[in-house]
């Protein structure tokens, strides 16, 4: 299927918000090859975090474009330096917890634990508040808004309204499908994973496997048509996505293997293209322009 494309519809979506983010963990942060690995023990196995993560900024310096980073506080204490590029960079830094566990299967202290802490490491180094934050696999629940409210943050980005995957975590409020933007506690706002109605399904399109396993014309066209009547557009992805060169470790099933590898030949030259296209913003200043944030919630 070859999709019809409205190229005359591209510059009024670029007064759009398209907010590509990513989520910034090494290789073996991923839930399809955790339990494949040969050790639990993060500091044994070869980082490959740096390069991947260096390859990212320079194709969102080359496009000018702005973006939020998630970034573990793991990450953030062992490499400060890759924190500090992305703020002299201009990106927005925010959390994606301390260690990478998912949020919606741990007890109410350890989720505070994993909220407060990758909040106070990546302030320290980044040297501006954090605002927002995105659990790992996007593993939401009640319980985990609750505590994310109380922590202190002002935006959640963990909402991702899929409930065939079996890893997304599920909550009771309602969120819109295309809502941007919803407060989901008193002060705290859910920017949710974009998806875009094909059908009478609305089909996950915001990213992450969905932009390696659907052809780029495609997923242009699909992000095309979501901006064409919305005025958001959330995207995520992974530095190790980027990574063409990563050895999958021995033994992953065949599924979980075509789940990580497959596409990742071709997602710096459609990263760079998609990003060109359509733009890319930070959230915090997404917000702030939509009246949701006051100017004094903003990183410098
Ligand atoms: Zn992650």
């Not at 696999?137 to 202190?152: H, I, R």
């Not at 390696?212 to 901006?227: D, E, T």
């Not at 992805?237 to 065949?254: I, N, Q, S």
Request: aromatic content about 10%; proline content about 7%; hydrophobic content about 35%.
């Amino acid at each position: 299927m070859e999709p019809e494309l409205d190229d005359a519809a591209v510059p009024a979506i670029q007064q759009k918000r398209f907010c590509a983010t990513f989520d910034i963990e090494d290789w073996f942060h991923a839930e399809n090859v955790r339990a494949s690995l040969p050790t639990h023990d993060w500091d044994r196995l070869e980082s490959r975090l740096e390069p991947n993560v260096h390859e990212l900024l320079d194709i969102l310096a080359a496009t000018q474009a702005r973006s939020t980073f998630f970034v573990l506080g793991w990450v953030a204490e062992r490499y400060p330096a890759v924190v500090r590029r992305i703020v002299d960079d201009g990106h927005e830094v925010a959390s994606h917890t301390y260690l990478h566990r998912n949020l919606n299967q741990l007890t109410p202290d350890e989720i505070e634990g994993e909220l407060s802490r990758s909040k106070d490491r990546l302030e320290q180094v980044a040297g501006s508040e954090v605002l927002g934050v995105r659990a790992p696999n996007f593993s939401v629940s009640d319980l985990v808004l609750d505590l994310v409210a109380e922590t202190g943050y002002r935006y959640d980005s963990s909402y991702f309204g899929f409930t065939q995957h079996d890893r997304y975590g599920q909550i009771s409020a309602t969120v819109p499908p295309g809502a941007p933007v919803t407060e989901i506690r008193p002060g705290l706002l859910e920017i949710q994973m974009t998806r875009v109605p094909i059908a009478t399904v609305q089909v996950p399109w915001a990213g992450g496997a969905y932009f390696r396993l659907i052809p780029y014309p495609v997923f242009r066209w699909g992000v095309a048509k979501h901006l064409r009547s919305n005025p958001w557009f959330t995207f995520y992805f992974h530095p190790w996505e980027l990574d063409p060169d990563e050895v999958p470790p021995a033994g992953m099933p065949r599924t979980l293997r075509f789940r990580a590898y497959t596409g990742r030949g071709r997602t710096r030259r459609d990263l760079r293209r998609l990003v060109t296209e359509f733009g890319s913003c930070r959230i915090d200043e997404a917000l702030r322009g939509l009246g949701h944030l006051s100017s004094n919630e903003t990183t410098p």
